[in-house]
């Protein structure tokens, strides 16, 4: 971690950060999506149950 801390002040450091900064922010947006999709695969699941009880 100290290496990376020192080449924060030269060229290649603040790269460094940026790369960091976009992975951390596609990670949260790739989760978001993930449990978005997975709600509605939920919301499916629990209608699509709901039509089987009325059918029945």
Excluded: A, C, N
């Excluded at 999506?33 to 629990?46: A, G, L, P, Y």
Aim: no cysteine; aromatic share 14%.
């Amino acid at each position: 971690m100290l290496p990376m801390m020192g080449s924060f002040h030269g060229p290649g450091g603040r790269g460094y950060w940026v790369v960091l900064f976009f992975f951390f922010v596609l990670r949260r947006w790739d989760v978001r999506i993930r449990s978005r999709v997975k709600r509605r695969m939920i919301m499916r699941r629990i209608s699509g149950l709901m039509v089987l009880k009325g059918m029945m």
